[in-house]
């Protein structure tokens, strides 16, 4: 999975400030996670120790609205 903030259409919301990525990563530079590592964000955010990856990609938008 790879994560690009700048691709994120809740990019300089409060959905921003309340995102994994924010917390564990540099935002300022896309990233690439194993599923391996989603799966351990997924597991501590499960348990409150961070927040959901909360990325919603401006191309699965544009993708749902053309399919």
């Known amino acids: ?6 691709l994120c259409t809740m990019q ?7 995102c994994a990525v924010g917390v564990l ?3 300022s530079r896309p990233i ?6 989603v799966q351990a964000i997924k ?13 919603v990609s401006c191309y699965a938008q ?3 609205a053309v399919g």
């Open 32 to 37: 690439e996670f194993r599923y391996t590592e």
């Open 1 to 6: 999975m790879i994560i690009d903030c700048g």
């Open 25 to 27: 990563i540099d935002r």
């Open 62 to 64: 544009r993708d749902e």
């Open 43 to 55: 597991n501590l955010s499960d348990v409150g120790l961070v927040p959901p990856i909360r990325i």
């Open 12 to 18: 300089g919301t409060s959905m921003c400030d309340d």
